[in-house]
């Protein structure tokens, strides 16, 4: 068990560009989950994959966001034409099933 | 939607004090999970609680949760400088596992 995998750990980047993050699971995990989180606050579910398919996307998630699990194991988060308030720390963690969630280390992204 | 409300904010005690945070949901939950996160790091799954008036203990931490299965507390007996960071509690909106997260409780211990 190596844990969830972030990558990148920083990410600094200008108004305007494309971002794109990977998270990969524990394994055994058939679930995964993306959360942002700003400074101060919990972490706010972003959507969740169960293998492949993607089960729910938060109603906050504009679309400029977009999520990928092609083959049930790594996931992708990209987000299309940054803008200031994307500024957060991109949480992932995955799960058996509704067991509890191992979280990855992050990553930061830092707009300019 | 589900809110989740954790007070206090923020808490600066002196070792070896105790220490609590309280969680109240705006719902009925299934279970609640505590997580801790210290500072830089992530969080990190403490314990799950799914019995209406359950209580739970891990060495000096009681975890409780309420008989309406609406709130929840944690209790640390003794605090150390190990015990520093944010304490969340969070609640799964659905089956689905979703976790809708409080907004932590900062704790800082002065040696």
């Known amino acids: 068990d190596t844990g969830v995998s972030q990558d990148p750990r920083h990410k600094i980047t200008k108004r305007g560009q494309n971002v794109t993050f990977r998270c990969d699971p524990i394994s055994e995990h058939n679930r995964l989950y993306w959360y942002r989180q700003t400074l101060g606050q919990g972490p706010e579910f972003l959507t969740y994959f169960q293998n492949e398919a993607q089960l729910e996307k938060s109603r906050l998630l504009s679309d400029r966001f977009s999520a990928e699990r092609p083959k049930g194991s790594f996931s992708t988060l990209e987000i299309q034409r940054t803008e200031q308030g994307d500024s957060a720390m991109y949480l992932c963690?995955?799960?058996?099933?509704?067991?509890?969630?191992?979280f990855g280390d992050g990553t930061r992204l830092s707009i300019l | 939607g589900q809110q989740v409300m954790q007070i206090p904010q923020y808490q600066h005690v002196q070792e070896g004090e105790d220490f609590t945070t309280y969680c109240n949901s705006s719902t009925t939950l299934s279970n609640i999970q505590w997580y801790k996160q210290r500072p830089g790091g992530h969080p990190v799954f403490l314990i799950q609680l799914v019995k209406s008036g359950e209580v739970k203990k891990q060495k000096r931490l009681t975890f409780q949760f309420g008989e309406a299965k609406k709130n929840s507390s944690l209790h640390i007996t003794a605090t150390q400088t190990t015990d520093v960071g944010t304490y969340f509690c969070?609640?799964?909106?659905?089956?689905?596992?979703?976790?809708?997260f409080g907004q932590g409780t900062e704790l800082s211990v002065k040696p």
């Open positions: 963690a995955s799960s058996w099933l509704n067991q509890p969630q191992h």
């Open positions: 969070a609640g799964p909106q659905n089956q689905g596992g979703k976790l809708i």
